[in-house]
């Protein structure tokens, strides 16, 4: 599997959406309104993908553990 390729753009755009980021939250602990709606639909939107994240993994898991189960109670059959 290759490593992901970056150029020197896409890590600059990455910094300033991180600076204009930490701009909003600065502005949010100063007690602009605004801001502290933004920072709040963006944790919101955070924690939803770490949530749907999360059930991926659970029901990927779960998956696996069905499909052992199936495959030994197969071969169990097939030995009686």
Do not use: N
Request: with cysteine; aromatic share 4%; hydrophobic share 65%.
């Amino acid at each position: 599997m290759s490593a992901p390729q970056y150029s020197l753009r896409r890590l600059l755009a990455l910094v300033a959406l991180c600076a204009v980021a930490c701009l909003i939250v600065a502005a949010a602990t100063r007690g602009h309104v605004w801001a502290m709606a933004v920072v709040i639909a963006l944790l919101g939107f955070v924690v939803t993908m770490l949530v749907q994240a999360l059930l991926f993994v659970l029901a990927g898991g779960l998956g696996v553990l069905l499909t052992r189960h199936a495959a030994r109670r197969k071969t169990a059959e097939r030995s009686i």
